[in-house]
């Protein structure tokens, strides 16, 4: 499968944007599904991660209560739709795939995935 995130851009303090990773090639149902970001100097953390099935989901602190993961296997496409963003939500956002067997397992570690989208930057004023 191969990825392709959307829907980064500039945005104030407070408001929302929702980005979209579009899939092709093989099965998209196969596949549990995070988002990760990454801001200069830093290294990539684990934002959101949604199961195969969709009825896990797992939030890292910061995004918890602001952010949703969410999927639509009929189109393809995994979602994070952000709110209440703030200027520390400002960094480079990537989609990633992990091909698995276990339709209810969430997946927050970046090694275990092996696909990668190529990320959108999400800006966010102050």
């Known amino acids: 499968v191969q990825l392709q995130a959307s829907g980064g851009g500039l945005v104030q303090a407070g408001g929302s944007l929702r980005l979209a990773c579009a899939a092709s090639g093989r099965t998209f149902r196969d596949y549990a599904l995070g988002w990760f970001r990454q801001s200069p100097g830093r290294e990539r953390e684990f934002v959101a991660a949604i199961s195969r099935s969709g009825k896990g989901t797992w939030y890292a602190d910061s995004a918890r209560g602001r952010f949703t993961i969410f999927r639509d296997d009929a189109k393809s496409t995994v979602y994070l739709q952000m709110n209440s963003l703030k200027p520390e939500d400002t960094a480079l956002y990537f989609c990633?795939?992990?091909?698995?067997?276990?339709?209810?397992?969430?997946?927050?570690?970046?090694?275990?995935?092996?696909?990668w989208g190529q990320g959108t930057l999400v800006t966010v004023s102050s």
């Open positions: 990633a795939a992990h091909g698995t067997d276990h339709r209810d397992s969430v997946v927050a570690v970046s090694s275990t995935y092996r696909i």
